[in-house]
């Protein structure tokens, strides 16, 4: 048997109006000063399958703590997952000037 090509798992969520009355309720932490906050609201989000505006914070959390590396390694994946390969290497190389370890890609 000859397959045609790869199969592509993929999802389509949508959220129901509960859920999007308490994710509006999140909307003021998004402007927080808070690193945890934001990771936080991140994260719920990316869980309900709001990808972008889930990217937007984490990159936000990596701008608040511009020499930690760990928050480097964390951009360079979110800017993967978001097709921003170039992005992504930049974020990477930012990270071994601040001492991470990584692993070769």
């Given amino acids: 048997m000859v397959r045609a090509g790869p199969v592509v798992d993929s999802k389509f969520l949508t959220v129901t109006k509960p859920e999007a009355e308490e994710l509006s309720a999140l909307k003021p932490l998004t402007a927080s000063a ?4 934001l990771l936080l609201v991140a994260l719920i989000g990316e869980a ?6 889930a990217l ?22 979110d800017y993967e997952r978001s097709g921003h390969a170039d992005l992504a290497k930049a974020a990477r190389q930012r990270a071994i000037e601040l001492g991470a370890a990584l692993p070769e890609k």
């Avoid at 808070?34 to 906050?37: D, G, K, R, T």
Wanted: hydrophobic share 40%.
């Fill in 56 to 77: 937007a914070l984490y990159r936000k959390r990596a701008d608040m703590h511009p020499a930690e590396a760990n928050f480097q390694i964390a951009r360079a994946s």
């Fill in 34 to 37: 808070y690193s945890a906050e």
């Fill in 48 to 53: 309900h399958g709001v990808y972008e505006e």
